[in-house]
């Protein structure tokens, strides 16, 4: 089977993946206006009230989060680079994301591959950089979402919700040790890892040897800011500024609908929490879980009503999803860069 066709059939597989979730969010979202007698006209009205400061506000954090990003993909350069652009990192961040929001989880490639071409390094090199920042970000999800859990008192949910909350605590934990060990073994035994690695890959061809073990030392190579200490703290330094960032935004969203403007921190992470995960399921153009876990959060645990809950969700993805097309596409023409060849990079055999 050639690489094309394996593609293909991948991208078949991923096709009908997103088709499935679509139906079933499109489905449990007309469930549940059928039930409520959802009225257009209040959810309209939700909007007329806003305070466009706090709205401008939670823009100007959200934006703020690609420039976070930027500066801790630039740690870790450094030990591959030493001056890594800034600049070039900021852009290559938000023309990302933008390939993200248009193409789905498929997007996520563009990111790695601006920034091999823009400082010079290998795209193995930033694939496990990406893999870095999964990991990092991942145990911030994990973090948030353990601590929203301890503020939910357990009298205030059903007995339904209160099981898939415990049940939600033990997957916490769990992934949370994972994540903690993936990176403790990356940053004690990259060099080992890479050797039994390469000794896998004996029974290859010397000419395909020779290429995988290019591959597999620029990867780890890649991964080399995790054993410089000061390197590895800057890493967790602009973690947590991250996602301050992105709970300022939250914070200012809530602010911005007079109905929720009693919402304090404490209501944002528990908030931040749930949320954080729906954003796993991108759909290209559209998101994903992130609008239906916004409602079923806000009229369950906050008992806000629905049309106001399905007003947030709007501006939730538009503020941290939608908010960096315009940006990233003006980026992206400005560089001159091709959207069918950036589209089609996996199929092409980049990887």
Known sequence: MTQTSVSKRRNWRWAVLLALFTGLLVWLLLARWRESG???????ATFAGLRWEWIVAATAFGLSTYGGRALRWQVMLRPLTPRPNLLNLIKATAIG????????????????????????????????????????????????????????????????????????GYVVGVTGSICVVILFLLRRYSDSMKGRLLAGLGFLPQRYLGRAERLVSAFIEGLE???????????????????????????????????????????????????????????????????????????????????????IALLTWLLTFVVILPPGLFLAFHEGLNWKRLRHLEAEGDL
Do not use: H
Not at 119 to 145: C, G, N, P, T
Not at 289 to 307: H, I, K, M, N, R
């Open 225 to 311: 800011a995790t054993r410089n200490p000061f390197y590895l703290t800057l890493l967790f330094a602009y973690t947590v500024l991250e996602w301050v960032l992105i709970a300022a935004c939250y914070f200012s969203l809530f602010k911005g609908f007079p109905e929720t403007s009693g919402f304090g921190w404490k209501e944002t992470f528990v908030f931040m929490g749930f949320v954080s995960f729906g954003s796993i399921f991108q759909i290209p153009g559209v998101g994903g879980g992130v609008q239906l876990v916004t409602v079923v959060v806000l009229t369950e645990l906050f008992a806000v009503q629905l049309e106001l809950a399905t007003s």
């Open 38 to 44: 959802f009225d257009w006209a209040a959810f309209a």
């Open 97 to 168: 994301f933008t390939a993200v929001v248009l193409f789905g989880r498929p997007g996520e490639i563009v990111r790695p591959y601006l920034i091999s071409v823009k400082e010079k390094v290998s795209l193995s090199s930033q694939l496990a950089a990406w893999m870095l920042e999964r990991i990092l970000d991942l145990l911030a999800v994990l973090l948030v979402f353990g601590l929203s859990l301890t503020r939910i008192q357990p009298e205030t949910v059903g007995p339904r919700m209160s099981w898939v909350l415990q049940v939600g």
